[in-house]
């Protein structure tokens, strides 16, 4: 697969540098040479991401489904604890408490 990245990223560039069926205008100069030095560095720094593999692939479908089960484990544990939270929030129940004190004031 990588072997196969590479040989497409070389073609790539050579269609990329390869003159087009288009003619210049008589009146612009000559196109300027191309730095072969400079197109081999550009190829050299891309080739560690032609053969960089995927980090996301997975090896069988029961691991893309344990991913996904952990994932969702993980998930309904986060919004859980955040309902938890919100249910048992002191200040909330305190504001409660305070509320009925006073309403227990007023009708008094």
């Known amino acids: 697969m990588a072997r196969r990245s590479g040989i497409a990223l070389l073609v790539l560039a050579a269609l990329c540098l390869a003159p087009t069926f288009v003619a210049p205008n008589r009146s612009q100069q000559a ?3 191309v730095d ?3 197109v ?3 190829a050299a720094g891309l080739t560690p991401l032609a053969l960089e593999q995927p980090a996301s692939a997975y090896d069988s479908v029961v691991a893309m489904l344990q991913s996904w089960l952990v994932g969702g484990i993980a998930l ?3 919004y ?3 309902f938890v939270a919100a249910l048992a929030n002191p200040l909330t129940k305190r504001r409660q408490e305070v509320k009925s004190e006073v309403e227990a004031m007023k009708k008094a």
Request: hydrophobic share 60%.
């Open 31 to 33: 196109p300027e040479e």
């Open 36 to 38: 072969t030095a400079r």
């Open 40 to 42: 081999a560095a550009i």
């Open 76 to 78: 309904v544990l986060i």
């Open 80 to 82: 859980g604890a955040a």
